[in-house]
């Protein structure tokens, strides 16, 4: 891996840059990159940890 320090080896890069990820384009130039899968995802900060009512069988 070529950084600004100059010639680095490694066993394992982790490409935690995000999305559009600069580091997935450079090291996988012929990645067609992200696509949207359908999913959505919620994240929240709670004061407690959230408890689901039960459901009923």
Do not use: K
């Not at 067609?32 to 689901?52: E, H, K, M, N």
């Amino acid at each position: 891996m070529v950084t600004g320090e100059g010639v680095r080896e490694a066993d394992l890069v982790v490409a935690a840059d995000g999305v559009n990820s600069a580091l997935r384009a450079l090291l996988l130039p012929g990645h067609p990159g992200p696509v949207y899968s359908g999913s959505t995802v919620l994240r929240a900060i709670t004061d407690s940890p959230y408890r689901s009512r039960p459901t009923s069988s």
